[in-house]
């Protein structure tokens, strides 16, 4: 794929990780993976299934490293590459095996993993959502106290961020909690439905000193979790969780599931890579108008809340494609109300 520059050496090592996560991966999975790479295939000469599961097996390192790599590469290929070898990413035996490796890599090197969208988004996520979350309060504090000077105002809302109660889903490494712990949240909590992803991500916090994050196995489609959070965060679970055979049903049950754990008045702060700002508000609209259907049907009186576009990162690196400009990235904040 254009755009990733890896050495030689990087590229063979990155083939022997992903065979031996191959390796774990079902017999299902390994199909559906070779089913999408044959989509590729139907173009060219029919391949012997061995053949494909290995090619499949090869991509996948490519589509991994696509993850974190460049925001330069050129569109066509990417989004190629993109939809024909990412569809095991939609899979939990997918992560688990990834997770295996990642932690047999922390523990015998101290890597920390896949650092999705890169480290420079991860940063710009985690300052950018400060500042809402400062903006938000500073506004409710002046609205509630009117005779409270800027100072006073600045103080009590560098408090409260610390009482912000965070919830990051499909955490990962969980790294995206430490940076926000270092903006000066406090209240953290990472949920993965891969134990490998909460062990790893356990054993990077307490390595690096975020011993108070709290990290716990669960499925976000089916969330055991009975708290709501002022400030929800997702980089990369949608999109994951979109990549699933079953995709378009399964982000129907994300909408659902997610705006349960917002409380009212809270946000929901997306990043992803799959979809651009427009079509993740389309697709708030969507699960508002569900919502409003059913109150209608149930003939209930506000049931439920909605989520609302509330602001979104301007400032990712761009790039011009067939005469549009357009970002890698999105990153958009919803309020629930
Ligand atoms: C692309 S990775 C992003 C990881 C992390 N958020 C980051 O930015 O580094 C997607 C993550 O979502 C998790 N995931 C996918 N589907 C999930 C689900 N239904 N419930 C909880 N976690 C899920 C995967 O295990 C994986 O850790």
Excluded at 89 to 108: P, V
Excluded at 248 to 261: D, F, G, V
Excluded at 294 to 310: A, F, I, M, P
């Amino acid at each position: 794929m254009a755009g990733i520059r890896l050495p030689p050496e990087d590229i063979d090592i990155s083939q022997a990780r992903a065979l031996s996560t191959a390796d774990l991966i079902s017999d299902d999975d390994r199909s559906i993976a070779a089913d999408s790479w044959s989509i590729k295939s139907d173009y060219g000469s029919t391949l012997d299934d061995d053949q494909r599961h290995a090619d499949a097996s090869e991509a996948l390192a490519a589509a991994r490293f696509c993850a974190a790599s460049d925001y330069s590469s050129d569109k066509e290929e990417a989004d190629a590459e993109t939809f024909t070898f990412t569809s095991m990413l939609g899979y939990q035996s997918y992560w688990d095996a990834t997770y295996a490796d990642e932690l047999t890599n922390f523990r015998e090197h101290g890597d920390a993993g896949e650092v999705w969208f890169g480290a420079d988004v991860m940063e710009m996520v985690a300052s950018w959502t400060k500042g809402l979350c400062i903006d938000i309060s500073q506004r409710q504090l002046q609205n509630q106290h009117n005779d409270l000077d800027d100072d006073s105002v600045s103080e009590s809302v560098s408090q409260d961020l610390a009482g912000w109660s965070v919830v990051d889903v499909g955490t990962g490494n969980g790294l995206l909690l430490q940076e926000l712990a270092k903006q000066g949240f406090s209240d953290l909590t990472g949920t993965d439905y891969s134990e490998g992803a909460i062990n790893l991500a356990r054993s990077l916090a307490n390595r690096d000193g975020f011993t108070g994050i709290k990290l716990l196995v669960d499925d976000v489609l089916e969330t055991k979790l009975d708290k709501k959070f002022e400030l929800v965060m997702d980089k990369g679970t949608l999109d994951a969780i979109g990549l699933h055979q079953d995709g378009p049903i399964k982000r129907i049950m994300y909408w659902e599931s997610i705006s349960r754990l917002v409380a009212p008045g809270g946000l929901l702060v997306i990043t992803s890579s799959n979809n651009t700002k427009e079509e993740l508000v389309q697709e708030v609209e969507n699960f508002n108008q569900r919502k409003i259907g059913e109150v209608e049907e149930e003939e209930e009186e506000g049931k439920g809340g909605l989520l609302w576009y509330l602001d979104h990162i301007r400032s990712y690196p761009t790039f011009m494609f067939g005469g549009s400009v357009g970002s890698r990235v999105a990153t958009v904040a919803f309020c629930f109300r």
